[in-house]
């Protein structure tokens, strides 16, 4: 007994050691990362459109002071912070005009991209304008594009992330489920839009989560700290359809910004 006690005692004193450990190299990368340059590229979940707060000089890529990159850089105090994500942009568009910033000196890159390859605005407008059948229909054919042709878009942008920024920690960021299902929503799509809906988003997020790995940059994965904020929760950290600014719709509000987005990135970067 005397030694099962003895045994238990030091157990739990390399566990507590293991745990210190691991929150000291978490903080040592925060702070790695904040002494060299960090750049966010990507869209408008990378933006921040819809947590308000946007900064005028943006224009229409919408920047905002509450998204997870300014939140972040706030907190941390790189040595410089360049931020080009934009509102609307594809994997064209980060490799023709978002890329700039990066250099030798660069340590931290985040990015999401890809949802507007896949004609993700085109989609949620389908679904909420059109038949169950033509929605279905439609998030079908974005799925087609995320297996068949996404891939080799991102393999483009990793590369040149890499090409532009060798030492880089790169941290790539998926998007989140729209809708919780059975949830407090009494009118608009139906639960069979909604569970089509969020079946694309986890195939992007999968598809996206593998094409880093293979790069070498790392995923955060944000579904876990939607869950229970998305939209029919009751609590949703996502705007559903705003008929004001239509550009805001099925976009996180500030506190999916602060709650959901910087915690995963945080814990990543």
Known sequence: MRRFRITAYVTSILFAVGVALTGATAAQASEQAAATGYVALGDSYSSGVG????????????????????????????????????????????????????????????????????????????????????????????????????PGQLDSVYSAITARAPAAHVVVLG???????????????????????????????????????????????????????????GSAWLHSVNWLDPSESYHPTAAGQSGGYLPVFSAAA
């Open 175 to 233: 998007y989140p489920r729209f809708y919780q299902l059975n949830g407090s929503c009494i009118a608009g799509l139906t639960e069979t839009e909604r569970a089509a809906i969020n079946g694309a988003a986890d195939l992007i997020n999968s598809t996206t989560a593998k094409r880093a790995a293979d790069h070498g940059f790392a995923f955060g994965n944000v579904t876990s700290t939607f869950t229970g904020h998305e939209i029919c929760s």
């Open 51 to 150: 947590a308000g707060s946007y900064d005028s000089s943006s224009g229409s890529c919408k920047r905002s002071t509450k998204a997870y990159p300014a939140l972040w850089a706030a907190a941390h105090s790189p040595s410089s912070f360049s931020f080009t994500a934009c509102s609307g942009a594809r994997t064209s568009d980060v490799l023709s005009g978002q890329l700039g910033p990066l250099g030798p000196g660069t340590g931290l890159v985040s990015l999401s991209i890809g949802g507007n390859d896949a004609g993700f605005a085109d989609v949620m407008t389908t679904c909420v304008l059109q038949s169950e059948s033509t929605c279905v229909a439609r998030v079908n054919e974005a799925k087609a594009y995320v297996q068949n042709t996404l």
